[in-house]
């Protein structure tokens, strides 16, 4: 091989209802990071936790992320106009399995409310405050693309998500 590894055994098929397994073990193989989402609701503060955010324009400054349709959430975020999205840190785990486990997990939470009532969580390795532009359908998920209003970021190391495991980036 050029890059002077060994040959790793490949495992090649064709997606189809069969096998999401291993198209979700395939796209396990895209090390991302791990945000939550959160947006104001008639019951409350609600977030999420999701890895499928993703920049997609400087100018308008747009970003996007992909919750799934038939997630119980995910009525509170196709009718808000405004949220959230927090990019975790590596000491934020806890705040990963807090949200993936219940959209109200905030007590004890450090955090203010925006003008527009939504959740901001304190000392996020970034957060970006959204108003949504539009909502695509993309498959068992939809795909939200909202424009940035304001933004915030520090240093530190990110909380990350590879091969259905959470993880962190040092260096």
Known sequence: MADGGS??????????????????DAFGRFASGITIVTAASDDGPVGITANSFSSLSLDPPLVLWSPDAKSRRFPYFAAAKHYAIHVLAVEQEALCHGFSKSA??????????????????????????CEQRIVYPGGDHKIVVGEVMAAEMRDGDALTFFAGQIRSLEG
């Open 104 to 129: 109200f997990a905030f007590d004890g939470l450090d955090m203010d409310l925006s003008a527009n009532g939504v959740p901001l969580i304190k000392n996020c390795l970034a957060r970006f405050e």
């Open 7 to 24: 040959e790793m055994m490949m495992q090649a098929f064709k997606p189809d209802p069969t096998n999401t397994r291993a198209l979700r």
